[in-house]
């Protein structure tokens, strides 16, 4: 029930693509879905975040798509660069459960030239 | 947001030996977290320091292994101590803006036992 799972492991798209992220949840409690963006060296950032009353947010070239009924949501980045290349990582949390964020397993992302 | 600053960035340590990880951050918060990644994997929560008191620990975590300090709204420290090449991995603090549920994470400390 505090799984959220994340998919592909790995994304390889060509510069220009829409590359799209895609997580899962059981908990209907969740009520904040962060996406963040993790460089090799560094701690993860922030890129975007959503709650359950919206079923789309965008910020510069990410969107985030929410499908409450579904219980999945989404991460798109239009007109990828090669310097999106990163991991990304949905997260969930609630309430119910001190606010504390539950990871997804990351999806690996690589933008070709 | 606030800056998350994390000493020492990466340290190589014996076996049996401890290491100290300090999470200093420019403006008070309430809501401090340690965090750990190992390699190629997620991220998994090990606690929350707690400013005046015990830090509270997640399942399959505990405080011989991982103690926590936190003298302030500003500063933590977290020790893994009784090294094991098993505790390699990043150690990350994090911080949570209440208000808004933004949650910003530190450099991390890249540790790796030998």
């Known amino acids: 029930q505090q799984q959220v799972k994340q998919s592909p492991q790995s994304l390889i798209v060509q510069k220009g693509g829409i590359p799209i992220i895609n997580c899962a949840y059981e908990n209907t409690a969740f009520d904040y879905f962060p996406w963040y963006q993790q460089f090799p060296g560094k701690g993860p950032a922030l890129l975007i975040a959503?709650?359950?009353?919206?079923s789309e947010k965008k910020e510069g070239r990410f969107t985030i798509s929410f499908n409450k009924s579904a219980k999945q949501f989404s991460l798109h980045i239009m007109d990828s660069q090669p310097g999106d290349s990163a991991t990304y990582f949905c997260a969930a949390s609630s309430w119910e459960y001190g606010n504390k964020l539950v990871f997804g397993a990351g999806t690996i992302l690589r933008v070709k030239s | 947001s606030a800056v998350i600053s994390q000493k020492p960035s990466r340290d190589i340590c014996q076996r049996g030996t401890s290491l100290t990880i300090q999470c200093q951050v420019d403006?008070?918060?309430?809501?401090m977290f340690w965090y750990r990644q190992q390699p190629g994997q997620s991220l998994t929560l090990i606690a929350t320091?707690?400013?005046?008191?015990?830090?509270?620990?997640e399942s399959g975590f505990v405080i011989d292994k991982f103690p926590i300090s936190r003298p302030n709204l500003t500063f933590s420290t977290l020790t893994v101590s009784n090294l094991s090449p098993e505790d390699s991995s990043i150690y990350l603090c994090?911080?949570?803006?209440?208000?808004?549920?933004?949650?910003?994470f530190g450099p991390g400390t890249r540790l790796t036992v030998t």
């Open positions: 320091a707690n400013q005046g008191s015990e830090a509270t620990y």
């Open positions: 403006s008070q918060v309430t809501m």
């Open positions: 959503i709650r359950p009353d919206v």
């Open positions: 994090s911080i949570r803006d209440i208000p808004s549920y933004e949650q910003y």
